[in-house]
């Protein structure tokens, strides 16, 4: 328990220290903190038996705070735009895929 608690500490120092430095180091930081959050997500949903389009997901989560900071809401559309379009022709691309409207959709869901 007192590793836990020295962790989130240090994670709190972590983010007021960002928070003090200024914006864009505020939203690198959250960019990291939501990759990481969506890599442990992508591992329960595969262990669930899902399949989402891990690195898609990856690179569309980590990508969305920088795209709200610079473009706003409509920034956050564009996204989920493209991660829908891409999972859904990567998933019906592959041949012998059991379910790909489920796996697209977990993978918009993880985004």
């Known amino acids: 328990m007192g590793a836990r608690v020295l962790t989130g500490l240090?994670?709190?120092a972590l983010a007021i220290a960002a928070l003090v430095i200024g914006a864009t180091t505020t939203?690198?930081?959250?960019?990291?903190?939501v990759g990481l959050s969506v890599i442990e997500l992508c591992n329960a949903?595969?262990?669930?038996g899902y399949q989402p389009a891990i690195?898609?997901?990856?690179?569309?989560?980590?990508?969305?705070?920088?795209?709200?900071?610079?473009r706003g809401v409509d920034g956050l559309?564009?996204?989920?735009?493209?991660v829908s379009m891409?999972?859904?022709?990567?998933?019906?691309?592959?041949?012998?895929d059991e379910s790909p409207v489920?796996?697209?959709?977990?993978s918009v869901f993880a985004t």
């Not at 489920?102 to 977990?106: E, F, H, Q, R």
């Open 27 to 33: 939203v690198a930081l959250l960019a990291v903190v």
């Open 55 to 70: 690195l898609l997901v990856l690179v569309a989560s980590t990508a969305a705070p920088v795209v709200a900071y610079n």
């Open 45 to 48: 949903l595969r262990r669930a």
């Open 77 to 82: 559309l564009v996204i989920i735009a493209l």
């Open 10 to 12: 240090a994670l709190a």
């Open 86 to 96: 891409f999972s859904l022709l990567w998933f019906l691309s592959k041949a012998g």
């Open 102 to 106: 489920l796996n697209a959709g977990v």
